[in-house]
């Protein structure tokens, strides 16, 4: 996530934008669903916070400002993605689960 800032507050948010992707993509690779949720959390409370004090800036901030949300929303549908992919390897996996299941019932009925 990188867009050209000068601005020490736009340095700050992009900084503060890319510790929480850090910390997304973390939980995403370790599968720690709760702490994600608890990080899109902060990072909501966060971007609703700089987007209201947003309001009042230049023209050309404001640019900067929608560019730097177009890298976090792209960024995002990567992250999005790859829970699709987790996703469906689960439902696979609780599928070949249950089949097995099945087939152990099924045996341990027939002793």
């Known amino acids: 996530m990188s867009v050209d800032l000068h601005d020490p507050d736009l340095v700050k948010c992009q900084q ?11 939980c995403l690779l370790k599968a720690e669903w709760e702490r994600l949720a608890d990080i899109l959390d902060e990072r909501q409370v966060y971007l609703e916070r700089f987007f209201a004090s947003a ?3 230049s023209e050309h901030k404001k640019l900067l400002i929608k560019q730097l949300a177009q890298s976090m929303l792209e960024q995002d549908a990567v992250f999005i993605s790859y829970i699709e992919e987790q996703k469906m ?4 996996q ?4 249950d089949r097995g299941r099945k087939a152990v019932q099924a ?3 027939y002793s």
Not at 16 to 25: E, P
Not at 89 to 92: L, R, V
Not at 94 to 97: A, F, I, R
């Open 16 to 26: 503060q934008l890319q510790c929480f992707a850090d910390n997304i993509q973390g």
């Open 89 to 92: 390897c689960s439902a696979t």
């Open 94 to 97: 609780q599928s070949v689960l």
């Open 55 to 57: 309001a009042s800036l």
């Open 107 to 109: 045996y341990n009925s």
